[in-house]
């Protein structure tokens, strides 16, 4: 699915893009192509058992999987990590924050592969990236934010295209239509923690905010992050 010139949506079971069992509907975390002249930029890459389906959506929008230069990760949950050990297997070099990093190495608790009756394929990130660091990866600037809570290690990107700010947000908002807050389950989740990531992200103004799950935010996604803020602030106190 093609969400702007060079940037698409090509995994995601929630909204049907992938599909991994019967019934599940989180199996599948959105994965989103960034194309660039240089290559393409893999944000997130689903539970892994869809990566084909995900190579297949590509192939549809010429973007050849073969082209896949860095899959960045937005934390270790298996339905958004899964398949980094096959991409790893491919060349890609994968980038996380150190947190997601030593889970997905771990491949333990924190990747939560027991929530989908899965066993984790631990996997070594190529390159750490840190809280409030801008990185350049295939000509394109990325700005990296650190919001733990839903995980210790959940992260966003931010970068701008055609003169808009876009933000990857992982699990840190819960889905349109589907709670303000990504799943509490985690091993590591903290309320506290969440509450102030919010409060940070909250201060942040984006043009377009493609979620971990469900539908992209294309009108005034500061006003989304600042009602999970306030249902925290109501909630967690």
Not at 54 to 61: D, E, G, L, P, Q
Request: glycine fraction near 10%; include cysteine.
């Amino acid at each position: 699915m093609q969400v702007l010139k060079n940037l698409y949506q090509v995994g995601g079971d929630l909204n049907g893009i992938t599909f991994d069992q019967p019934g599940a509907l989180w199996n599948d975390g959105n994965s989103y192509i960034l194309k660039t002249p240089e290559g393409l930029l893999l944000f997130d890459c689903g539970c892994g058992d869809t990566l084909e389906q995900i190579f297949a959506n590509m192939r549809y929008w010429d973007l050849p999987p073969e082209e896949i230069r860095y899959c960045l990760l937005t934390h270790p949950h298996y339905d958004h990590a899964g398949g980094a050990h096959l991409l790893k297997q491919r060349g890609v070099k994968l980038v996380a924050i150190r947190q997601t990093a030593e889970a997905v190495a771990a491949g333990d608790e924190r990747c939560c592969g027991y929530l989908y009756h899965k066993e984790f394929t631990p996997v070594t990130v190529d390159q750490l990236v840190t809280d409030g660091q801008t990185l350049s990866l295939l000509g394109v600037d990325i700005e990296v934010m650190h919001l733990p809570g839903h995980s210790m290690g959940c992260t966003a990107f931010f970068f701008t295209l055609d003169q808009r700010r876009i933000v990857i947000s992982g699990d840190v908002i819960g889905t349109l239509l589907s709670g303000d807050f990504g799943w509490s389950g985690s091993i590591d989740f903290d309320k506290k923690i969440y509450t102030e990531s919010l409060r940070k992200f909250a201060r942040v103004d984006t043009d377009l905010m493609l979620p971990g799950h469900g539908m992209i935010y294309f009108h005034k996604p500061r006003w989304r992050v600042e009602e999970a803020l306030n249902a925290a602030l109501m909630q967690w106190r």
